[in-house]
Structures are given as structure tokens and as C-alpha cells.
């Protein structure tokens, strides 16, 4: 089989598309002929060194796919041919990944590959984010960082079903139309006072809560928020966070909490309730899928070069 695979951390140039041996089904669980693959930050942070990897080069990273069954394992319940994605195995920037029957999600008629592949991962980073991290309730002010991303387009049109009004940032005018067209009620570019553009957003006092995936703004998000309020940390995209000031948080009695979607995918079952009712949002024109290109998996390292560069708003996804 044909994957996108590093054999020395580094830029997009390490990338190079490699022929490896066919994975076999595990027992329960399938190798998935992959149609359409997601591809993440933590892809980036993988190839770059960031995170770490298991085994011995060359690595594949990815985690999200959807495709076809291609070969049962010993037990499964599983049919060739079934329509299926996963969210979180290893090993997705492939033809054929090998994934385990908990990590199974069934595709129901009118989600295609391209959309399965878009959402699943950022999709349900945005649910739980929306309702673990911090439940949001209606009439909340909210900031959402990198309001154009992949997971930002999706918890802006979240946090509006749930009522919040939301304040987007974004780095440029392209991106807060995106931000805009997702449902955000204002916009506020990183190159101008967005700490003080939210804390106009929520009265003079401050936001209730802040979604941060940037990392590095970390102290900032704090202090857009409101006397009580909450941070929600769940990304590094920009660099890592700096300290913070325990007694800072104390004397304006306010809180970071860490969102980790694997602390909430705790089971099969819950992996595919939450990701049925993610569907059934799209299906019913309640939740946007924006994908912002398409590139073929051959071209992984201009796939890796577009994300970086932060030039597009909505998700990438790779084409085998």
C-alpha cells in the first residue's frame, strides 16, 4: 500500500509517499480501505516532533479516516464493503489502516467520505468542548480563538445553537468572514486589542468563557475574561502557554480548565453515540462542514505547507 510517511523529524520536506506492507485486521476490528483522510495539527506536531511515536521510523502519522471495510479480523461484525470512519487510530495517512473495533463508526446514507473525514475528529473536539469542558448555556459570551479553523467554524455554529453569543479571532479579514458566515457575532482580528474587543463583548466586564487553541495567548484569554470566568485550554497551535500566576487566578476568582477528547471517547459505544448525533446535525443543515481543499495523499507536504501557513478556513483532507 501506498502512505504519506517521515523517517526524520522536520518540515513538510520530510514527508514522502512510501510503500509499505498491507496492515492486517486486528481481532474484532478491520482494515478500512481509507477514501478520504483528516488531516490535523497533530499531524503537524508528530511530523515536527512534538508528540511522541511509537515504534521505529519510517512513521505514518493521522488519526481520522473514513472508507470501506477492506478485510475483517477474527470475531468482528464487521462486512466488506461496509461505509465506516474513525476518529482516533493511528496510522490513517494511508490506503489501508487497521483499526480496532471500538474506533468503528458506521456512516449513515447522505454523509460522504469527504464529510465523515472533515468532521469526526473536529466535530467531536467542538461537542465536547461545548458540553464537558464548559456546558455552555444560553445567553453566554463567548470567544472562540482561530474562529476559521476546522475546529473553530465548527464551535462557533455550536456555541449559537446552544444560544452563546459568540466573539471570533481570526488573523485576517477573509478569515472573520468565515468566522461571520458560521454564525460569530463579532470579529476581532490578533493584530489589533481583541483582549479589550471581548471584554466590550461581554459588557465592559469581560467574556464568560474563552476557547483557546492557541496556546501562547493563554494569559490573555484570562484577562478577557469576566470576574468568575474560564479558560478553556485545549490547544497549542500558536507555541506553548506561559505560566500562570496561581494567585492571579485566585484574587479574580477565575479558572483554565484542559479539554482532552480522549478523557470523553471512553468507550465504543460513546464514540458512536456522540458521533451519530454529530451527523444528524449535518444531515439536517443544523452544522456547516467547510473543507478548504483537497489535495491527494501523494501531496502530503503541500497539504502540510497549506495548514501551516494558516491561509484557509475550514478543514484540509487528503485523498488517497
Do not use: C
Amino acid at each position: 500500500m501506498k502512505a504519506l510517511a517521515f523517517s526524520r523529524f522536520g518540515g513538510p520536506e520530510v514527508l514522502e509517499s512510501t510503500e509499505l506492507p498491507d496492515p492486517m485486521p486486528p481481532a474484532g476490528g478491520v482494515v478500512v480501505r481509507t477514501r478520504a483522510i483528516g488531516l490535523n495539527f497533530a499531524d503537524v506536531y508528530r511530523r515536527r516532533g512534538n508528540y511522541h511515536l511509537a515504534g521505529a521510523p519510517p512513521y505514518v502519522a493521522g488519526y481520522e479516516g473514513a472508507g470501506v471495510v477492506h478485510a475483517v479480523g477474527q470475531g468482528a461484525a464487521w462486512e466488506r464493503g461496509a461505509r465506516v470512519g474513525f476518529a482516533d487510530s493511528p496510522h490513517a495517512n494511508a490506503e489501508l489502516v487497521a483499526v480496532a473495533a471500538d474506533r468503528l463508526i458506521p456512516l449513515p446514507d447522505g454523509i460522504s467520505d469527504e464529510i465523515a473525514a472533515a468532521v469526526l475528529l473536529q466535530g467531536l473536539t467542538a461537542q465536547y468542548l461545548v458540553r464537558d469542558s464548559h456546558p455552555l448555556a444560553s445567553g453566554q459570551n463567548v470567544v472562540v480563538h482561530a474562529a476559521a479553523g476546522g475546529v473553530g467554524l465548527l464551535l462557533v455554529q455550536l456555541a449559537r445553537r446552544l444560544g452563546a453569543r459568540v466573539l471570533g479571532l481570526t488573523s485576517s479579514r477573509a478569515k472573520a468572514e468565515a468566522a461571520e458566515q458560521a454564525g460569530a457575532q463579532q470579529v476581532a482580528l490578533y493584530d489589533s486589542d481583541w483582549v479589550k474587543a471581548a471584554r466590550r463583548f461581554g459588557g465592559g466586564a469581560g467574556v464568560d468563557v474563552v476557547y483557546d487553541s492557541v496556546g501562547s495567548t493563554l494569559q490573555r484569554s484570562l484577562e478577557a475574561t469576566r470576574i468568575g470566568g474560564r479558560v478553556v485550554f485545549f490547544g497549542m497551535a500558536g507555541g506553548d502557554p506561559p505560566p500562570i500566576d496561581p494567585r492571579y487566578l485566585m484574587d479574580n476568582s477565575k479558572t483554565v480548565t484542559g479539554g482532552d477528547l480522549w478523557n470523553v471517547l471512553i468507550s465504543g459505544e460513546e464514540r458512536r453515540r456522540r458521533a451519530a448525533e454529530i451527523f444528524a446535525w449535518v444531515l439536517s443543515g443544523g452544522l456547516r462542514v467547510a473543507i478548504a481543499a483537497r489535495i491527494s495523499l501523494a501531496e502530503g507536504a503541500r497539504a502540510h505547507r497549506l495548514l501551516e501557513s494558516r491561509g484557509v478556513a475550514g478543514k484540509i483532507i487528503l485523498l488517497p
